[in-house]
């Protein structure tokens, strides 16, 4: 599956962004999705994952109760609604996919074969 990444942008401290991956491929279905994001001058880090139906979600402490996840299979979507974004969650930020059809999800990286190519989200204080 290939992924394009898109709604990256500038943004103030307590406002809301939304960003969205489209995927190709009739196999998107059989993938559990994530959001990672990499901050200027750290490693990528997991933001959130959701698996193949919708049913599991996982997010970071960091994000938890700020930012949601979602998908959509009949348009081969997930989206990651950013809402109450403080500075520090100035990022690219990537979508990933992994292949399961498992309602475990997990968040290392390593697990995920299929990388978008970034959006940047910048927050402004």
């Known amino acids: 599956v290939q992924l394009q990444a898109c709604g990256g942008g500038l943004v103030q401290a307590g406002g809301s962004l939304r960003l969205s991956c489209a995927a190709s491929?009739?196999?998107?279905?059989?993938?559990?999705m994530a959001w990672f994001r990499r901050a200027p001058g750290k490693e990528r880090e997991f933001v959130a994952t959701i698996s193949w139906n919708g049913g599991t979600t996982l997010y970071s402490d960091s994000v938890k109760g700020r930012f949601t996840i979602s998908r959509d299979n009949a348009k081969n979507t997930v989206s990651l609604q950013m809402n109450s974004l403080k500075p520090e969650d100035t990022a690219v930020y990537y979508c990933?996919?992994?292949?399961?059809?498992?309602?475990?999800?997990?968040?290392?990286?390593?697990?995920?074969?299929?990388w978008g190519q970034g959006t940047l989200v910048t927050v402004s204080s």
């Open positions: 990933a996919a992994r292949f399961s059809k498992s309602p475990r999800v997990v968040g290392g990286e390593k697990y995920y074969g299929n």
């Open positions: 491929g009739r196999t998107f279905s059989d993938h559990a």
